[in-house]
């Protein structure tokens, strides 16, 4: 079955730290992928996709993510983190342009002073 | 403009009981998605409405079904209710196709079975 992963199911950062959080998905031919961002009792905020072209996206609140074919990954980056960055972040994949998106278990991350 | 909404946000069920959960979609939307979130199994896909018709439907038993109505706006139904079914439900409207691509996600509807 298709799957995505996340390897990091905490990630502890400070307040003007960089951040990469990973992302790997099972092979897809033409992937559709995306990140989102939940705070707690709230629903889900898109923060970036990629269908195609550039391999690096630019989203909302400073991140960016990069598609790596040949490493099946799609990683999430923000060069310095603000405390209001903590919350629980998922990668999610559309694995051939017109199925149910398939998200990752998510990482929950903690932004400390 | 107004987001998807879902109501109610919260709701109390007892096991054996049957729920219903409403999804208003943002005006102009023609797809709705249902996601089931819970601790352990995260995020699942419960199914997706198109123009009235079901699209796709994901590995949930029959006791879930759905429907869409002309204005866009879709019901989830769960009968029978089940300690395992306590999570949050939340809706995803799109206009786009793919409709993941330009998915919006409500604030969801807080489910616990008692």
């Known amino acids: 079955a298709q799957s995505v992963t996340q390897p990091d199911i905490h990630i502890t950062v400070s307040e003007g730290a960089s951040l990469e959080l990973r992302c790997n998905y099972s092979?897809?031919?033409?992937?559709?992928l995306f990140w989102y961002v939940q705070s707690p009792g709230q629903g889900l905020q898109l923060l970036l996709k990629y269908f195609s072209g550039d391999t690096l996206v630019q989203g909302i609140k400073g991140f960016e993510a990069e598609f790596k074919r040949s490493q099946s990954s799609f990683n999430l980056r923000k060069p310095s983190v603000h405390w209001s960055d903590a919350a629980e972040y998922f990668c999610a994949v559309d694995f051939s342009g017109n199925t149910p998106l398939v998200f990752g278990k998510g990482t929950r991350l903690s932004v400390i002073a | 403009k107004a987001g998807v909404t879902q109501t109610p946000r919260y709701l109390i069920k007892t096991r054996g009981q049957q729920v219903t959960l409403s999804c208003s979609p943002i005006s102009g939307h023609r797809s709705v998605s249902w996601y089931q979130q819970t601790p352990g199994q995260g995020l699942q896909f419960l199914f997706e409405?198109?123009?009235?018709?079901?699209?796709n439907k994901g590995n949930f038993p029959g006791r879930f079904s759905g429907r869409q109505f002309s204005n866009s706006r879709s019901e989830m139904n769960v009968s029978t209710l089940e300690l395992g079914d306590s999570a949050l439900y939340l809706c995803?409207?799109?206009?786009?196709?793919?409709?993941?691509?330009?998915?919006?996600f409500g604030s969801g509807t807080r489910l616990t079975v008692v």
């Open positions: 995803a409207s799109s206009w786009e196709e793919p409709p993941s691509y330009g998915y919006t």
């Open positions: 409405y198109f123009s009235e018709t079901q699209r």
């Open positions: 092979y897809g031919a033409t992937p559709y």
